[in-house]
């Protein structure tokens, strides 16, 4: 779980980084240029699973997307998600695949990003294939 600042001051940090991880999965959603309510949900239900606190995601998601729209590289997006545990990045890398494949169908952009994060995030290819195929028979059901 990312909420690892248990006090107030440390509230607002915490806060930024549960934006900067709901930007790089908005920007997944985004990618597609197709972003839908669907997509929005996974990324409120991921920011909760990691510990974000419900009053406080539509604050979360607003910033969110100021920070996906000003941005013009993943990089700004993974600096906080290389550093969390493996379980975490793991739970994000399936909150990205259930966006991607929220319409049945991941095309080249999309393909392509998960690709450079896999990179980015030091996820091993199998890992990255594995969680891919579990999505993808889910989405189907």
Not at 73 to 92: A, C, G, H, M
Not at 97 to 122: F, H, P
């Amino acid at each position: 779980m990312i909420n690892f600042f248990k006090n107030n001051e440390n509230d607002k940090s915490d806060n930024d980084s549960y934006s900067k991880i709901a930007a790089l999965l908005m920007h997944a959603a985004k990618i597609d240029e197709n972003y839908e309510k669907e997509e929005e949900n996974i990324i409120k239900k991921t920011l909760m699973e990691l510990g974000a606190q419900e009053k406080d995601m539509d604050k979360l998601i607003t910033e969110a997307l100021i920070i996906e729209e000003n941005s013009n590289q993943i990089l700004d997006f993974t600096k906080e998600v290389k550093n969390l545990p493996n379980s975490d990045k793991i739970k994000i890398i399936k909150s990205l695949w259930k966006i991607i494949y929220s319409n049945n169908n991941a095309d080249v952009y999309e393909t392509n990003l998960m690709r450079r994060l896999a990179g980015l995030l030091y996820i091993d290819a199998k890992t990255m294939g594995d969680i891919k195929e579990k999505v993808k028979k889910e989405s189907k059901k």
